[in-house]
């Protein structure tokens, strides 16, 4: 954990950083979970001003692995290098090389990313590409299932014949996607050895929605419920790991029993070297059962039997479970949950401290859109405006009491019309 202050103009010690890492959670995401992490930051929604970024890893079962938080007054490139240089120096990632950063194009983070881990590759997240694209295109309404098949292109033929699909769609649309380079969020150039085909980056999004009434909190009281929410989700996500039964996680299971049907169509004919050829939709796969590898690439990219690979697994009367990568084994699951965050003390038990105090910080400036003062909505830019109903048609309040127009039983004065 880290605090840092900046001397101001009264010579007070106001915040200005605070960094967390628990040793735990360093430990277990090194040892358990894929080199994967998504990174992002949300605004503070308190009195407290600010930016919370947060750093995530994904657990054998594909779900959300808190790895380290920080609080900042800004999202800039200082801020998030100073963010990276701590999570490249608790987690050792060293020149990045080897592991996966997921964030959803935000510029500051890119560069500091950069910078800090030249090596490391940077996927992009398509939700953010395709919401871009569709603030530009709007009235294309049907086009985004051309980008997320693109997105999903595990090879490059399959990637080639989607983008051809997509320029026969709107060569405008495809000149504005060809613009987001999708090298960088397409799975057919993912580098291989990770097991992540995640084209996007909702875990990060999921965890700062789950967190929204710790933002809403003061600085130390919104740190302590993270911190609490972090600890009783590792709590409940060992009691899940320890009644589960299978070889693979659910997350492995939902995938396999989605390809047994593909799979059980396949037609299989045998090679030499532990290779078999692959026959399903008028198209052939080579498929070799040794490496685990087959030419549609979804089994090298996932770590996961294909629906081809499935297929020789099946015909050799086989385990599935077996031929799966082991980030995705039940008893690495479990170890990952075995140890959680040790419960943290009430602040009346905090050790005292020497150091100077800490002042809050004045509001920071934050970038983006100021709120009118009429507080009315804005419509989006596609969005119909709403007519106003023509006088004739508007409904005319009537007395409940006397049957008069234009009031009602609230506002009925009594008189005449007042019933006995």
């Known amino acids: 954990m880290e605090v840092e202050t900046k001397r101001n103009e009264e010579g007070k010690d106001v915040f200005d950083h605070f960094y967390v890492c628990f040793d735990v959670l360093r430990r277990s995401w090194k040892a358990m979970c894929r080199p994967l992490i998504g990174m992002d930051g949300t605004f503070l929604r308190g009195k407290t001003k600010g930016q919370l970024l947060v750093a995530l890893g994904r657990d054998g079962d594909n779900s959300i692995y808190p790895i380290a938080w920080a609080v900042v007054q800004v999202e800039n490139i200082p801020n998030w290098m100073w963010f990276v240089k701590h999570i490249k120096t608790d987690l050792g990632l060293g020149d990045g090389d080897g592991y996966i950063m997921v964030s959803d194009r935000q510029k500051e983070l890119i560069k500091a990313v950069q910078l800090e881990l030249p090596k490391m590759e940077h996927r992009m997240c398509v939700r953010h590409i395709y919401g871009n694209v569709k603030a ?19 090879n490059e033929a399959v990637y080639k014949e989607n983008l051809d699909k997509l320029f026969n769609y709107d060569s405008e649309v495809y000149a504005d996607v060809m613009k987001t380079n999708p090298m960088t969020w397409v799975r057919a150039f993912f580098k291989l050895g990770n097991y992540c085909e995640d084209v996007e980056n909702n875990s990060t999004e999921s965890f700062n929605a789950s967190i929204v009434c710790a933002r809403e909190k003061p600085m130390v009281p919104m740190l ?27 997350y492995v299971v939902d995938i396999l029993a989605l390809e047994h049907k593909k799979a059980s169509e396949c037609t299989i004919y045998r090679s030499t070297n532990g290779m078999w050829l692959v026959n399903v939709d008028s198209c052939s796969y080579r498929v ?11 089994w090298d990219i996932t770590g996961i039997p294909c629906e081809h690979g499935y297929g020789v697994i099946l015909d050799r009367k086989l385990e599935a479970e077996d031929f799966v990568c082991h980030w995705f084994r039940t008893t690495v699951w479990r170890r990952t949950y075995e140890e959680g965050i040790t419960p943290l003390r009430g602040a009346r038990f ?13 509001e920071p400036y934050q970038p983006g859109r100021k709120k009118k003062k009429d507080n009315k909505r804005k419509k989006g830019k596609n969005e119909s405006p709403v007519k106003k109903k023509p006088k004739a048609l508007k409904r005319i309040m009537h007395c409940g009491l006397c049957g008069a127009p234009n009031h009602n039983i609230r506002f009925h004065k009594e008189g005449p019309h007042k019933k006995v």
């Open 288 to 298: 070799n059962l040794e490496n685990r590898t087959c030419t549609c690439m979804r």
């Open 350 to 362: 905090w050790p005292t401290s020497s150091a100077p105090e800490v002042h809050p910080a004045p």
């Open 136 to 154: 530009k295109h709007g009235k294309k309404s049907d086009m985004k299932p051309y980008i997320w098949q693109l997105a999903w292109s595990y």
């Open 224 to 250: 302590d419920t993270i911190a609490r929410l972090a600890m009783v989700r590792i709590a409940s996500r060992y009691l899940i790991a320890q009644d589960h039964k299978s070889i693979s996680t659910p």
